[in-house]
């Protein structure tokens, strides 16, 4: 086993560490935007509209800084 094996067998385990910390896809259990509960998804997403994800994403990011500062 050469540098080079040793370095390809290096990036292979940093490849696949990084890929298995990504977090997961939010996906719609039922079809069903999962903010406005009224509309059907885009394939493959949780949400009807971009906007409907935008809101999403910012109610959570304003609910985990409301955990924190009231701790």
Do not use: N
Request: aromatic share 6%; proline share 3%; with cysteine.
């Amino acid at each position: 086993m050469d540098i080079a094996d040793l370095a390809q067998e290096r990036e292979e385990a940093i490849i696949t560490a990084a890929l298995s910390s990504r977090r997961k896809k939010i996906q719609s259990p039922d079809g069903v935007c999962i903010w406005c509960r009224d509309e059907r998804v885009v394939p493959s997403t949780a949400f009807c509209s971009a906007e409907c994800g935008e809101d999403y994403h910012k109610f959570e990011r304003e609910k985990k800084q409301r955990i924190l500062r009231d701790v």
